[in-house]
């Protein structure tokens, strides 16, 4: 167990030192190499850490502790990048905001239904906890994503400022109030719940082992931060070899926003299958649509208080194709979370959802 929590420690620092030596420097093959090495060891640290976190406050709280903390760097890694890359960076916050919709909702939700049916056949969960967080998430993102593309205030998929004010207020309140929900009025609707062969909720090692101490458990937060600035940073810095790698191979550079996304969510979709594999699908499903509604009940009301210091539009309106793989992945979503038990067959149509919409990416 030392020598586990000593690598936890110390690659985490080592990635944010190696993170400060190369920033902005020469990238050669060389040093993308390490600083891939030291990203994966981060996410695989940043997982521990939450899960660390996780049990000393239990569900749904540790879900929160993991996607707001990714959530918080991913905005300012978006803002730092608007900031610098002008009208070019018209459309990044959208461009990231889906990505990140459809990766956590079809792609963490799909693995974690794959791997928990896997083991247990039929995996169940609390479809009112889940079919909840499903309508927020819907929600937040037609207010955000899909009614700039309607809206005539303002010309192109740009709203007024005014409409742009209301959606970040309503956002962030909608946000806000879904966490109220999970975490005080309802949370019940969010705690796992045994899969078929668990004779008891939690009949596992790690549920009867003592919640580690307020200061071990404050250690794990402050490391989870440094290896979320670790996994953000490196993957920044790791995005010019990935424009090389996307322009090289023909395609859009859109498709680099695909790329770092699925980079920044890792310690996310680790946790989820993580999860999973233990018969927590709720709490898998938690952090999917969790950091989902993070991704844009955080993200758009800070791009809007910062675009009144950053140039050039902002662009936040989804493009047809962008559409109708939204309306279908709510669609389906619903299907899902509604019967509250799903088979591998519903992850493996997120699956092949997640897969249309990478290809899309790739050719449009």
């Known amino acids: 167990m030392l020598k586990r929590v000593s690598w936890t420690l110390v690659v985490p620092l080592a990635a944010v030192a190696l993170l400060a030596v190369t920033w902005g420097g020469p990238s050669g093959p060389a040093v ?3 600083q891939a090495v030291f990203l994966i060891g981060a996410v695989l640290a940043a997982v521990n850490h939450a899960e660390v976190v996780a049990h000393r406050v239990g569900e749904p709280f540790g879900s ?3 996607a707001g903390a990714v959530t918080i760097i991913e905005v300012a890694l978006i803002v730092e990048l608007m900031a610098s890359g002008g009208n070019e960076a018209a459309t990044l916050a959208r461009d990231t ?3 990140a919709l459809m990766i956590t909702t079809n792609g963490i939700a799909g693995l974690s239904l794959l791997w928990g049916s896997r083991r247990y056949g039929v995996t169940v969960f609390n479809a009112e906890g889940s079919g909840a967080a499903l309508a927020t998430v819907t929600t937040l993102a037609t207010l955000s994503l899909v009614l700039p593309a309607f809206t005539t205030s303002h010309p192109g998929k740009e709203f007024s400022p005014g409409q742009l004010t209301f959606a970040a207020i309503g956002s962030l309140l909608l ?3 879904f966490v109220f929900t999970q975490t005080v ?7 796992p719940i045994a899969q078929r062969g668990q004779p008891r909720l939690f009949d596992d090692e790690e549920s009867h082992a003592e ?4 200061r071990a458990a404050l250690i794990s937060l402050a490391v989870l931060l440094i290896s979320l600035l670790a996994v953000v940073g490196l993957a920044e810095e790791e995005s010019p070899a990935i424009e090389r790698v996307v322009t090289a191979a023909g395609f859009p550079q859109t498709f680099v926003g695909v790329v770092i996304a699925t980079l920044v969510l890792l310690p996310e979709t680790f946790a989820a299958v993580r999860a999973a594999r233990r018969g927590r699908i709720q709490t898998s499903l938690n952090l999917a649509y969790g950091s989902a509604m993070a991704s844009i009940g955080l993200t758009i009301p800070a791009i809007a208080a910062a675009s009144i210091w950053l140039k050039g539009p902002l662009v936040l309106g989804l493009g047809p194709t962008q559409l109708v793989l939204l309306a279908v992945t709510v669609a389906i979503s619903t299907l899902t979370v509604v019967p509250g038990r799903a088979t591998r067959l519903q992850g493996e149509v997120h699956l092949v959802l997640l897969a249309a919409y990478v290809f899309l990416a790739l050719v449009p």
């Not at 009025?185 to 705690?191: I, S, V």
Request: aromatic share 18%; hydrophobic share 55%.
């Open 32 to 34: 993308v190499t390490v």
């Open 211 to 214: 919640p580690p101490s307020g």
């Open 64 to 66: 929160l502790v993991l």
């Open 97 to 99: 905001a889906f990505a």
């Open 175 to 177: 946000y806000l109030l």
């Open 185 to 191: 009025r309802h949370r019940d609707f969010f705690l």
